[in-house]
């Protein structure tokens, strides 16, 4: 099974490939995190909704066929590492592709959101969207390791 970590934004610093990779790496093939990147709209005053518009169709657009969709939002539900575990235990079982769904600097777009199956929340707390998918990686691989008993996770 693959998880499709869409997020908008491209052009991302060092550090944060670095940390994406140091985690997505070392996930085995049957939980392989696969980052699809959007590119954001430019960011003009007076035209935010069609920008988030426009990025939504295209985080749809890179959906792998029967992916089960799930958006990472403040609504969303805040998961124990113990509850994604679970989570990536059912994901695992469906045998479907899951896409985790990030908006750009505005959020997500009434399109995803609807699309939506599942929604997760990381925190309250707003995270610049370049942590977030360090954060994202560290999660899945954490709760990977809390499945198959490897001492990453205490």
């Not at 590119?39 to 939504?56: L, M």
């Not at 985080?59 to 089960?68: D, G, T």
């Amino acid at each position: 099974m693959q998880i499709h970590l869409i997020a908008v934004g491209n052009k991302m610093p060092d550090w944060v490939r670095q940390g994406y990779n140091e985690y997505a790496k070392r996930l085995p093939r049957e939980c392989e995190l696969v980052l699809r990147e959007i590119a954001p709209d430019k960011r003009r005053s007076g035209d935010i909704a069609r920008i988030t518009q426009d990025e939504g169709e295209r985080m749809l657009a890179a959906l792998p066929p029967r992916a089960h969709p799930v958006t990472l939002d403040i609504p969303g539900k805040p998961w124990t590492t113990p509850e994604l575990a679970k989570a990536l235990q059912r994901w695992l079982d469906s045998g479907q592709p899951v896409a985790l769904l990030v908006g750009g600097p505005e959020g997500l777009s009434p399109q995803v959101r609807d699309v939506a199956r599942e929604s997760w929340s990381l925190s309250p707390l707003t995270f610049p969207h370049p942590l977030v998918r360090v954060i994202v990686a560290e999660q899945i691989y954490r709760a990977w390791s809390l499945m198959n008993n490897h001492p990453y996770h205490r």
